[in-house]
């Protein structure tokens, strides 16, 4: 008997959807067991990095456009105001210049519209959603994993993935650590519309609050209050006492930051106090594997708690699609996690102590260090964290496999290493056509089994090349590299009066720079795609980017492509349109390209004897 995986949810939250719509698209059955009686949840908001909007976009879908049209897409010039108590402004952080730089934008948005999001993708997708009860208590077994639910009913599945939150019972079965750690603040949230604040970002510092403002989208703001204070003293009072107490304790402030508080819809207030947890090494027992805040709860200070879950989602959902053995699946996704949640926890903790002030010289002190430094979270480490990036857009889908099976690769067996492919946008405008378009190849790669990095147009933003400029450009040390691990290469370029893109020929220039002798990129398959209206244009650009490829030692035996827009993905199995069709000969061309090489026994090297 042939049957699809089987995967139950704990926890229809943020992590809990985003893990179902991934999955549940990739082909496997997903259940979401949900406590709640209905999937909602409130109107706080959240903004999405351009980490965690890469992770959205890597879901499947329709989740990343949904996000974009229901919240407040970061513009490339955009600044967020940071003021003190009394409105002054001590500096204008260009947040809008963190999207220009990791090729996604920042997205303020509310909690409610992404949930929602993911909730409808997930049913889209083919997920269950089971409400009114909760995971209990699991047992392992070789084969598969018994769930106990709060209704005592037991579901039996091949994995279990615990993402029920900071209390979660799936952690408390598996590690026993414990209750979370209370960080010595707590948490009033809401919404204004009508502010004379306007439509742009706000840090108001005072002592021992902190007031972070945020428009999501309709002409609303949504704001939180980081109250220093001891445990359970603020969500006792409830919303609409919260909220006045929290008016009287800003007295004296700036008055439209008063007036933004005393005049947010009651119903819409969320008090919570803020609790953590120190990272952990083990995430998984068997057949079971955390996610989200069960895996890593963190305080908000970073802004980072959705975006990690949706970054847990991705990855596990790859994990699960491309190995034989759920086992090995859920250890493999645990590797790639626990580093980089354990680092972004205890840095989110870190920066929340930094705001954490209650007394006049501190206040001083964060006042002074925020005005040099221009920007609130005066960070370098924090380009880490937020420029992280899915290792492919999407795996193969898995098979089906028989129930009989037993669910571990033979002894002995080992899977072909996947091509690698690079794919460089020349366009500098984020979101561009060109862009889109090495969005839509990238997909494709991935869909046919290959790991994939796309570098847009922000990316490759280099400064005029140089000899040397690889040892002293963080970005350009960093395309190098993948062009090194590439076994293929796809170029896409706007066509500009007959050429290629003078960004897309500067960043191709720095492949000069690549230490070694000949031949630059080493025989490796180069994709061509022009895109403009202009028939003779395209054509002089497809010409361009050929020869390009061949200065460069490349093998661009795959056909150019030329075309006006990105090609319309059909619904299910429908057909592809015509230019979807030429884009799709060019990817499958490249990949047979591609997957010669991977199949090589010798090192993909680029720019070094081999």
């Not at 999001?117 to 070789?142: C, F, I, P, Q, W």
């Not at 109250?227 to 700036?254: M, V």
């Given at each position: 008997m042939v049957m699809r995986r089987s995967v139950t949810v704990a926890g229809g939250g943020i992590g809990g959807l985003a893990a179902a719509a991934a999955?549940?698209?990739?082909?496997?059955?997903?259940?979401?067991?949900?406590?709640?009686?209905?999937?909602?949840?409130?109107?706080?908001?959240?903004?999405?990095?351009?980490?965690?909007?890469?992770?959205?976009?890597?879901?499947?879908?329709?989740?990343g456009s949904r996000v974009r049209a229901a919240g407040h897409v970061t513009a490339d010039d955009e600044v967020r105001v940071l003021m003190d108590a009394s409105g002054t402004v001590l500096a204008e952080e260009?947040?809008?210049?963190?999207?220009?730089?990791?090729?996604?934008?920042?997205?303020?948005?509310?909690?409610?519209?992404?949930?929602?999001?993911?909730?409808?993708?997930?049913?889209?997708?083919?997920?269950?959603?089971?409400?009114?009860?909760?995971?209990?208590?699991?047992?392992?077994?070789?084969?598969?994993v018994s769930v106990r639910l709060g209704d005592d009913s037991t579901i039996v599945c091949d994995a279990l993935v615990g993402a029920d939150g900071i209390d979660s019972a799936v952690r408390r079965r598996m590690?026993?650590?414990?209750?979370?750690?209370?960080?010595?603040?707590?948490?009033?949230?809401?919404?204004?519309?009508?502010?004379?604040?306007?439509?742009?970002?706000?840090?108001?510092?005072?002592?021992?609050?902190?007031?972070?403002?945020?428009?999501?989208?309709?002409?609303?703001?949504?704001?939180?209050?980081?109250?220093?204070?001891?445990?359970?003293?603020?969500?006792?009072?409830?919303?609409?006492?919260?909220?006045?107490?929290?008016?009287?304790?800003?007295?004296?402030?700036?008055?439209?930051?008063?007036?933004?508080?005393?005049?947010?819809?009651?119903?819409?207030?969320?008090?919570?106090?803020?609790?953590?947890?120190?990272?952990?090494?083990?995430?998984?027992d068997g057949r079971v594997v955390l996610l989200g805040d069960a895996a890593h709860p963190m305080v908000p200070a970073l802004g980072q708690g959705a975006n990690m879950a949706?970054?847990?989602?991705?990855?596990?959902?790859?994990?699960?699609?491309?190995?034989?053995?759920?086992?090995?699946?859920?250890?493999?996704?645990?590797?790639?996690?626990?580093?980089?949640?354990?680092?972004?926890?205890?840095?989110?903790?870190?920066?929340?102590?930094?705001?954490?002030?209650?007394?006049?010289?501190?206040?001083?002190?964060?006042?002074?260090?925020?005005?040099?430094?221009?920007?609130?979270?005066?960070?370098?480490?924090?380009?880490?964290?937020?420029?992280?990036?899915?290792?492919?857009?999407?795996?193969?889908?898995?098979?089906?496999?028989?129930?009989?099976?037993?669910?571990?690769?033979?002894?002995?067996?080992?899977?072909?290493?996947?091509?690698?492919?690079?794919?460089?946008?020349?366009?500098?405008?984020?979101?561009?056509?060109?862009?889109?378009?090495?969005?839509?190849?990238?997909?494709?790669?991935?869909?046919?089994?290959?790991?994939?990095?796309?570098?847009?147009?922000?990316?490759?933003?280099?400064?005029?090349?140089?000899?040397?400029?690889?040892a002293t450009h963080e970005g350009v040390a960093g395309f190098l590299e993948e062009l090194r691990r590439a076994d293929g290469v796809v170029l896409v370029s706007p066509t500009y009066h007959a050429t290629v893109s003078g960004l897309l020929k500067n960043a191709l220039d720095c492949v000069n720079d690549i230490d070694g002798p000949l031949p630059y990129l080493d025989g490796r398959a180069i994709g061509t795609v022009a895109v403009g209206a202009g028939a003779q244009g395209a054509v002089a650009t497809l010409t361009t980017l050929r020869t390009i490829g061949h200065a460069l030692r490349g093998w661009p035996t795959p056909s150019g492509v030329t075309m006006t827009k990105v090609p319309v993905r059909p619904t299910a199995d429908g057909p592809l349109s015509p230019d979807g069709e030429r884009l799709a000969q060019m990817v499958s061309q490249l990949m047979w390209l591609a997957g010669t090489r991977a199949a090589a026994t010798r090192p993909a090297l680029l720019g070094a004897a081999a």
């Open positions: 999955m549940a698209g990739r082909g496997f059955d997903v259940t979401v067991v949900e406590r709640a009686s209905r999937i909602d949840s409130g109107g706080s908001g959240l903004v999405l990095h351009p980490n965690g909007v890469w992770a959205a976009d890597a879901l499947g879908g329709q989740i260009p947040i809008g210049a963190t999207g220009r730089k990791f090729g996604a934008p920042q997205i303020s948005v509310l909690r409610r519209a992404l949930h929602r999001a993911l909730l409808d993708e997930a049913l889209a997708a083919g997920a269950s959603v089971r409400l009114a009860t909760a995971v209990e208590d699991y047992l392992t077994h070789e084969s598969h590690l026993g650590d414990g209750p979370p750690q209370y960080r010595g603040y707590t948490s009033v949230r809401g919404r204004t519309s009508g502010s004379v604040l306007g439509q742009r970002g706000h840090v108001v510092s005072g002592r021992g609050v902190q007031l972070f403002v945020t428009p999501v989208g309709g002409g609303t703001l949504h704001w939180t209050a980081k109250i220093t204070s001891p445990a359970g003293i603020w969500p006792p009072l409830g919303p609409a006492t919260a909220q006045r107490r929290l008016t009287e304790t800003l007295e004296g402030w700036y008055g439209p930051v008063v007036a933004l508080v005393r005049d947010a819809d009651s119903a819409d207030i969320v008090v919570t106090d803020i609790y953590d947890r120190d990272p952990v090494s083990r995430w998984t949706l970054e847990d989602a991705i990855v596990l959902a790859d994990a699960m699609a491309s190995h034989p053995s759920v086992t090995a699946a859920l250890d493999a996704y645990a590797r790639e996690r626990v580093g980089r949640a354990a680092s972004v926890v205890l840095r989110s903790r870190h920066r929340g102590s930094l705001d954490e002030v209650t007394d006049r010289a501190a206040v001083s002190r964060r006042n002074a260090r925020t005005r040099s430094a221009g920007r609130k979270d005066a960070d370098p480490g924090l380009t880490a964290v937020v420029g992280w990036r899915p290792r492919s857009v999407r795996r193969e889908r898995p098979r089906p496999f028989e129930a009989t099976a037993a669910d571990h690769p033979k002894e002995g067996v080992h899977a072909m290493r996947a091509p690698h492919i690079v794919l460089v946008s020349g366009s500098l405008r984020v979101g561009s056509t060109s862009d889109q378009v090495a969005g839509w190849c990238a997909r494709e790669c991935a869909d046919r089994g290959a790991t994939v990095r796309v570098f847009t147009g922000a990316e490759i933003d280099f400064p005029a090349y140089r000899p040397g400029i690889g």
